[in-house]
């Protein structure tokens, strides 16, 4: 599938900015149709093999450039139910990279240069979202310790509590990234996303990105779904157990029953720089703006940062030193 413009063939895109679809070639505005492939790995516009693997939904055609959407990666059973279009475009993700690391003095000169930005992508990242009625139980000691001085002497007073505390969770729709390529740690950190601005997958949103489908099922990780529950159910409980200087449980369980499991697309800007034959990635929540990245060092910025400090205190020793035979 490809979405193409009725006014001049051009390839028309999902532009984040005005959230309308826009035509590369002439700039005109919701002027798309859409072109069916005879070969779902072939591009319409000319024709190009498109380089694809198991779970490539969406693609850019490596030969003429037109954004290519793969059928049978987005109906059933590949289809997602849910997507999260983009808010930020490219030009705003550039800028979101250049205002968290301009404070950076050891950064090579080429880190976000225009050649290197080319390699800044935007990426419909598959998740599965876990909804749980979750039932918890926890009962244990809780533990208060009273000190007091009376004269010399130190008196310690420790008191043992009987807790128990019993609480229902409504959980909706908790995330787990379903895409292999992607670190899962990486994934967890571009959370929270804005659950108020999914909508119904629809295919338009998906051109000008890369997608790609699940690449693992629901029952695969449903036990992540159930960790980040677990931990979430724990805090909870916690909040409402102040006042003790140490819990000791006897008995803590959590019961997840599910009722809903959705298969979503969320939407994340990667940019790949490589430095010394090394890669270094950098995350752009493309809702909401979070960046995630660590950057590499210019070994030549730091050595003549070092060589001019050096030879400030150099010229200094020698300042007071002239000063002193002059004294």
């Not at 990242?125 to 010399?152: C, E, M, N, Q």
């Not at 995330?175 to 992607?182: C, G, R, T, W």
């Not at 940019?271 to 210019?298: A, D, M, W």
Request: hydrophobic share 35%; with cysteine; aromatic share 14%.
């Amino acid at each position: 599938m490809q979405f193409k413009c009725v006014n001049c063939g051009g390839n028309v895109v999902y532009d984040p900015k005005s959230g309308n679809m826009i035509c590369v070639s002439c700039n005109s505005v919701n002027s798309e149709e859409i072109v069916k492939q005879e070969d779902s790995y072939t591009c319409p516009a000319c024709g190009g093999a498109l380089k694809v693997n198991d779970f490539t939904s969406a693609t850019r055609c490596e030969y003429c450039g037109a954004y290519n959407i793969i059928d049978e990666k987005i109906t059933y059973p590949y289809g997602p139910d849910l997507v999260l279009p983009f808010r930020f475009s490219k030009e705003q993700a550039t800028e979101l990279l250049r205002k968290e690391f301009k404070d950076e003095l050891f950064c090579p000169n080429d880190f976000l240069s225009q050649r290197t930005l080319e390699d800044l992508k935007g990426n419909y990242v598959p998740f599965w979202l876990y909804s749980y009625d979750t039932h918890a139980v926890w009962s244990g000691i809780g533990t208060k310790v009273r000190k007091w001085r009376s004269g010399d002497i130190e008196y310690t007073e420790i008191s043992e509590y009987n807790v128990y505390r019993e609480m229902d969770i409504d959980f909706k729709r908790i995330p787990v990234d379903a895409s292999i390529p992607m670190p899962d740690q990486i994934m967890d950190l571009m959370e929270p996303y804005e659950y108020k601005d999914l909508e119904a997958f629809q295919p338009k949103y998906l051109s000008g990105f890369q997608g790609e489908t699940y690449n693992q099922t629901p029952v695969e990780l449903e036990k992540r779904a159930k960790s980040k529950a677990d931990m979430d159910t724990e805090a909870w409980l916690n909040s409402t157990m102040t006042g003790y200087n140490s819990l000791r449980p006897s008995q803590k369980q959590f019961t997840h029953q599910p009722n809903a499991r959705e298969f979503a697309m969320m939407p994340v800007w990667k940019y790949v720089y490589r430095y010394h034959n090394t890669n270094f990635e950098y995350y752009i929540n493309g809702q909401t703006g979070k960046v995630y990245g660590k950057l590499p060092k210019s070994t030549s910025k730091i050595f003549f940062a070092g060589g001019t400090l050096f030879a400030g205190i150099l010229l200094l020793l020698k300042v007071l030193q002239f000063v002193v035979e002059v004294l």
